[in-house]
């Protein structure tokens, strides 16, 4: 799960990691009264879940709260690669001096929390790590023993020499790491981490990305999440306990498995056509979920054939025939739909779908030519 | 032979009561696994499907001596099931439970490691040993046995990898899920290894997904150590950068992740990347075939060579 800026700023400054003072806005009438209350010159910066915010003219200099005003008015309704800025964060803007990157990543190979340093911080940090990785510092933690003072402070030589700044940044990597595990986070990233003219160290940028699986534990995390962010269909899959995720084209896709639900789009792109979308049904068999599967599905005006590809194994196959034959029951759908349902009981399955009359085909192979025909799409 | 799992698994279910559970641990006996025990705290003394209940790992290690258990708890409590399997004793872990915080995982798998036991997964369907023994949620009924070795992230796209080979007439002597999540126990290359140490596995067929570069790191250990005929399946090759696709590691961010980049490094060091599950017997037949030409006509050269070496004698 992504939260926001303003969000990770939070839980850094709980944790003691100093930042600018601001607050989030909604109108530009709020923005400028963030603005006069820090009674200096404000950083606007839209709240969205997506990187280059700054190169999409979504974060803006303001001298005063007048300017902040204007600027919220641009900003607020603005479209950053495909999503509505709805919040602003006005904040106050630093003197920087320096700019450096610091984050925290779970890195899977060495199966460590691993720091990333560079002093060539700000809004290039990707490029910096494609073209010179050299200047990236990196240190995998032993999760058992945890980030020592003396490995913080090595880090922190990396991106000053003056002893003031390296203690402070040293004390703001300790914190940062105790951030990282306290918020089951999988990654926690500072960039720019900056100084100023009066020599401080400061967070002027925030991001946190939360383990969804640790979301359980985590309430107060959890309770964090942006609808307004999301695409409603992904709200809808979630609170149905479905995997789902929407894509460009015209065949819906219901598959049990993740791996499978992915090499079944993979295969209608193979064969000529474009799935509107990747969705998991998982390992259940409550007929419940089909119907809000083809719900979701059908709720995508893009769709203009679906496929059921089912491989039962803890998943029984008359379920999920039952979830079916009741969601066509239910629906009155007018889209076309093949199904294929193979493993645990697919007997029974077809016993209960034979008076729907649906088209159904034996193999993977066969099941997605078939669903691209009837989009229309065949040759 | 088979790798990991045989006829001496002596198997303890850890949340034998659950339903998943009770209903696996009875299609696991069903299979001839040997199920000794199940541990479910507050039920010892009960029995699932005529298998003797624990309240503990300790307990049921004691009076059983099993060596592998299997654990089918909710999320909240999988981790602690590791540490207390490990505790006790057993030397394989097999974790079948989806969505257990990864930091979890980051702290308790230095210490299956330092215990010198193995944990596969989590999130994982488990493994069979065919005709031998099943450790799992895999369909016993799908597999066929073989000499093809199956490891694979996935877990229904792994059944329908097995099922292709299956219908080819390619049976399969260990097929093995290691699991979708960004930290698990065992990996690709863990597996290789012991394929190609395996007698009774002549070829393997490795199935991987978008996210993280195990399969990059897999295609290396391949071309220095892996002797047999490998063919893989990648999938997600439609897949969006930044969206996770059902499992917590199949994502692309960064850019680093992407199908195309691990179908290019197995390319590179020979292994065949399937179109579609149903190629994966064809590719693998092929590559299999091929290898044998290659042998035997390096055997006729060899022979060549010195019956000429013998006439210039």
Known sequence: MKIHEYQAKQLFADAGIPVPPGEVATTPVEAYEIAEKINRPVMVKSQVHVGGRGKAGGVKYAENAEAAKVLATSILGMDIKGLTVKKVLVTTAEDIISEAYVGIILDRVTKNPVFMVSSAGGIDIEEVAAKTPEKIFKLAVDPELGLRSFQARNLAYKLYRDINQVRATADILMKLYDVFWKVDASLVEINPLITNTASEVVAIDAKINIDDNALFRQKNIAAMRDLDAEEPSEIAAREGDLSFVKLDGNIGCMVNGAGLAMATMDLVKRYGGDPANFLDIGGSSNPQKVITALKIITSDPNVRSILINIFGGITRCDDVATGIGAALDELNLQIPIVVRLTGTNEEEAAKILSSYKLPSEDTLDKVVKKAIDLAGLGK | ?313
């Not at chain 2, 299979?31 to 705290?41: A, D």
């Not at chain 2, 399997?85 to 230095?110: F, Q």
């Not at chain 2, 036991?117 to 031998?132: E, K, R, T």
């Not at chain 2, 799908?142 to 694979?152: A, E, L, P």
């Open chain 2, 1 to 313: 032979m088979s790798i990991f799992i045989n006829k001496k698994t002596k198997l303890i279910v850890q949340g034998i009561t659950g339903r998943d559970g009770s209903f696996h641990a009875e299609q696991m006996k069903a299979y001839g696994t040997n199920v000794v025990g199940g541990v479910t705290p507050g039920k010892g003394g009960s029995k699932v499907a005529g298998i003797p209940v624990f309240n503990t790992m300790e307990e049921a290690v004691a009076a059983t001596k099993a060596n592998t258990s299997v654990i089918y708890v909710p999320p909240a409590f999988a981790v602690d099931a590791i540490y207390e399997a490990v505790d006790a004793g057993i030397k394989l872990v097999v974790c079948i439970t989806e969505g257990v915080p990864a930091n979890d995982m980051m702290k308790v798998y230095p210490y299956v490691k330092r215990n010198g036991a193995q944990l596969i997964g989590p999130n994982c369907p488990g493994l069979i040993s065919v005709d031998q023994c099943k450790v799992g949620i895999m369909p016993g009924t799908i597999v066929k046995k073989g000499s093809v070795g199956v490891v694979s992230r996935s877990g229904t796209l792994t059944y329908e990898a097995i099922w292709a080979l299956t219908l080819a007439g390619m049976g399969q002597s260990t097929c093995i899920g290691i699991g979708g999540d960004q930290v698990i126990g065992t990996n690709f290359i863990d597996c290789l290894e012991a394929f190609e140490n395996d007698r009774a596995t002549k070829s393997i067929v490795m199935i991987g997904e978008i996210g993280g570069s195990d399969e990059e790191v897999a295609a290396t250990y391949i071309k220095k150590h892996v002797t047999k005929p490998v063919v893989s399946f990648i999938a997600g090759q439609t897949a969006p950068p930044g969206k996770r696709m059902g499992h917590a590691g199949a994502i692309i961010s960064g850019g680093s992740g992407t199908a195309e980049d691990k179908i290019k490094a197995l390319n590179k060091v020979g292994v065949p990347v399937a179109g579609s599950p149903t190629e994966i017997p064809v590719l693998l037949n092929d590559l299999i075939v091929k290898r044998k030409e290659k042998a035997s006509n390096t055997a006729k050269k060899k022979i060549e060579k010195k019956a000429t070496i013998r006439k210039k004698k």
